[in-house]
């Protein structure tokens, strides 16, 4: 069919803030919309699949300001750099046709013709924002919002003050917006339409604040200098500009608009579904066919980037566990609309049953039997049974059941259709145990028939499992002798598409079982390298809040002592003993634990130090301790770090310190 013929389908991720790098929460609603794109494309449609990133805003100004580099320089490595938001997408094989960065010059020359075009219409108003403000901050905040009547961020004080603003007429579209959500399909699942309606629209739209002027890091409003259009309008009408709208950049807005499903994570749901079409009607502009409001990945019952007992860099699970596990992981646990708690744990496991165990057994044995018994290429004899029918009656009316789950987004509801599909092919396996079969050459073409009724259960479920994982799919289709024409969306419906003499390669195994234990021990080494990592170089101890009096002081006698000797301690891996020559003319011992700063301790001999003399001598291994030694201590990625408190060699031994 020719490509304008094909039924169009366009969808969106949300556009990812680069303040900081993506976790595998965030691949969650990519790597859905990549299998819905897949999904799509297999059935045969023109897909056009957007994604990107949402690069203005006060966070990322702060956060560049602080790593010393300009905004663009800040989002441009996040985005762009190694491992940054374009790596990973590649990395997880996502297949978007279009990647929209907010910076980009089309559109945010469109956003300015936009914002333009909602003040002359009347829904943009100049208007004042009202509410209590941080000075040092520069920040406007609502009662709500305050701690203890001070600024959240700083602690410091805040007054009522006023700046000139922008408004959007949101309040007017409240009717409309409430009965597209409650009359329509627009907002799924359907428990997010309560909670907009009850949480937001029916306590009262107010008018939307869509300007700023307190910081400068967004879109200018070109007819008046100091306003920046506010992110989330930016930020929402990417779905369009990337399309063409208001901009020459493209031109495929006929074909595409309206969306038919944007994906996006719960707490932008709000946005999603009453801002952005109150600014579509606005403007008079179709509205979007869907939003979809999937969960979260929750980790321990908490946000993810404040997670603390599970690796969630995907790049290192991508490593480890492989792409399309990964991929399949996602997708086959959680149900898409709720929350879902992520736990390594859970992840091998998931590897291990499905893949491992089920789809990679499936295909290892059914290979490894063609080969044996038939060298691998399957004689033309068949031989149908009753038992077959059941086989294959599930298998192709596997099709229709994976669209019904696949069309309402139920990733898992689709794959639970292909497991138990798997499932039963195993378990045909044992039924016919061929191995029996295979003792008698009179039941050769009966053989033959079983062995091409698993090829065909393989062929049917690997397709349907292509949107999921498109490369280990791919591997399944060598192994099993499938071309091209037999893997394809009409052809996962019907029965007997291979060829009937077909020849299998068995190859690697495709999903290799994971050693739990083992992999949770280095999942968890990696962890505590991460959490290191993580920690500020250098930590010091807080300064005492308590006090000393002076006289209290004055009683330590602090004397600078020439090191003589000093040597290790038998049976002691912390201590070094010193002999110190401190002005008396007769030598002092003092032992001190730190040997493991100090592991050539003859290199301390004729250093000046500094030692409390006057403490009551201690018996430390059976030896005389007169007095310590000051040290100076801090912490460097979580260990501590020691140095003797050393002075100018040119000072006596003896001399005191006050
Ligand atoms: N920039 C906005 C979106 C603008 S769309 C016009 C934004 N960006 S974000 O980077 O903060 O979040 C992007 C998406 O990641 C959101 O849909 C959010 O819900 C999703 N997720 C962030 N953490 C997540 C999990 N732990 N689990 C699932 N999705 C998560 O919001």
Redesign the pocket.
Known sequence: MCQDCKKKFYITT????PSSKLHI??T??TVAADAMARYKRLQGYDVMFLTGT?EHGQKIEEKAKAAGVTPQEFVDNIVCGEKGVLDLWKLMNISNDRFIRTTDDYHVAAIQKIFKKMYENGDIYKGAYKGMYCTPCESFWTESQLVDGKCPDCGGEVHEAEEEAYFFRLSKYAPRVRELLTTTDFLEPKSRVNEMVNNFIDPGLEDLCVSRTSFTWGVPVDFDPGHVVYVWID??F?YMTALGFENDRYNDLDKYWPCDVHF?????VR?HSIIWPAMLMSLDLPLPKKVYG?G???MDGG??SKSKGNVVDPYVLAEMFGVDALRFFLLRTFPFGSDGNFSNELLINTINIDLANDLGNLVSRTTAMVEKYFGGTLPAERQFADIDDELILMLTGLRDRYEAQMEKFQFQNALDEVFRCIQRSNKYIDENMPWALAKDEANRARLATVMYNLLESVRICATLLLPFMPDSCQKIFRQIGAAEEVTTWQAAKLWGKLPETVTVHKGEAIFPRVDTAKALAELEELHQQQLLAALPALETEPLSAETVEFDDFCKCDLRVVKVKDCKTVKKSDKLLCFTLDDGTGEDRQILSGVRQWYPEPEKLIGKTLVAIVNLPPRKIMWRDSNGMLLSAIHKEKGEEVLHLVMVDDAIPAGAKLE
């Open positions: 949300p556009i990812y803030y929460g965030h969650y609603c949402d930020a929402l990417n996006v994570g719960k707490e932008i946005f999937h979260w990945l929750i946000k993810m």
